[in-house]
């Protein structure tokens, strides 16, 4: 048994690899000098630098555009996670026929293509004057966020049993006590899954940022895609950028591992 199985290490490693190389260059690329045009020169031998680092936080305000992800992510997020549990529980407990249909029907409310709803949105945001603002991208952001949330969460309240919530009401416990004190805590797994695939999905949005920020909340990935252009693309600011950008996902999975894993195995992803 011990040949057969060491013959999947090396497809395996292949795997692994393909998967972390372009992390791996652009962390490579991110500490190479500055090139004379902007000329990315596919080298190894070169002496590493934190320039581009250091010219980060220091000339190109990236400070600013981080500060300004985090706000709006983190705040979708947190708004999308809250009202994704009040709309949850109620689905997941509720006996009324086509309740599948009706979980379908608010996850396709996510797969609405963003061209469709951002020429909406834009007017919507314009003639109210909150166009370039953090409620009117809070808004935005977590009317794609929670559709996903509710489907997510409807799934891991399934799998809790009733039990829990006839016993705590016959202790006279209301509705939001039993699922504040009793329901969310056991779906801890469950909520921190959809936590991370929500605050990940709002990191990585490029086109409503791109086209109802202007300059006060412009973000990470909207400053790093304007370095790309036809004649020069900054690849030291551009990679650097980038690893600056992928850590805070990486503290986020980091500290919710363990409730990640108990939420996988809840067998709600699916």
């Known amino acids: ?38 000329v990315l020169v596919p080298t190894l031998r070169f002496e590493p630098t934190l320039h581009h680092y250091v010219d980060l936080f220091t000339n190109r305000d990236f ?33 009324i026929a086509g309740r599948e249909r009706i979980s379908m029907w608010i996850l396709s409310l996510r797969m609405l293509p963003p061209i469709s709803l951002v020429v909406p949105f834009y007017l919507m ?3 109210s004057g909150f166009l370039d603002t953090y409620p009117g991208m809070l808004v935005v952001y977590t009317s794609f966020s929670l559709p996903f949330a509710v489907w ?27 699922l504040f004190r009793f329901i969310v805590p ?20 490029f086109l409503y940022a791109f086209l109802l920020t202007k300059e006060k909340w412009v973000t990470v990935p909207v400053r790093l ?6 004649f020069q693309t900054d690849w030291g600011f551009l990679t650097s950028g980038a690893i600056m950008s992928f850590l805070p996902l990486v503290l986020i999975v ?13 067998g709600a992803v699916r």
Request: charged residues 10%; hydrophobic residues 50%; aromatic residues 12%.
């Open 1 to 38: 048994m011990r040949g057969p199985s060491r013959l999947w290490y090396l497809p395996l490693a292949v795997l692994v690899l393909a998967w972390t190389f372009p992390i791996l260059w652009t962390a490579i690329t991110s500490v190479k000098p500055a090139e004379g045009g902007g």
């Open 63 to 95: 400070g600013f555009y981080l500060l300004n992800s985090l706000l709006i992510a983190g705040g979708a997020t947190i708004v999308s996670v809250f009202l994704a549990c009040l709309a949850a529980y109620p689905l997941a407990r509720s006996g």
């Open 125 to 127: 945001l314009s003639r």
């Open 152 to 178: 997510m969460l409807t799934g891991f309240f399934a799998e809790i049993p009733r039990s829990i919530d006839e016993a705590a009401a016959a202790d006279g416990a209301r509705p939001l006590q039993i």
């Open 186 to 205: 056991l779906a801890r797994g469950g909520i921190s899954v959809t936590t991370i695939f929500t605050f990940v999905f709002a990191w990585n949005e």
């Open 225 to 230: 895609g304007s370095t790309i252009t036809p």
């Open 254 to 266: 980091f500290l919710l591992q363990r409730q990640m894993v108990r939420g996988v195995s809840l």
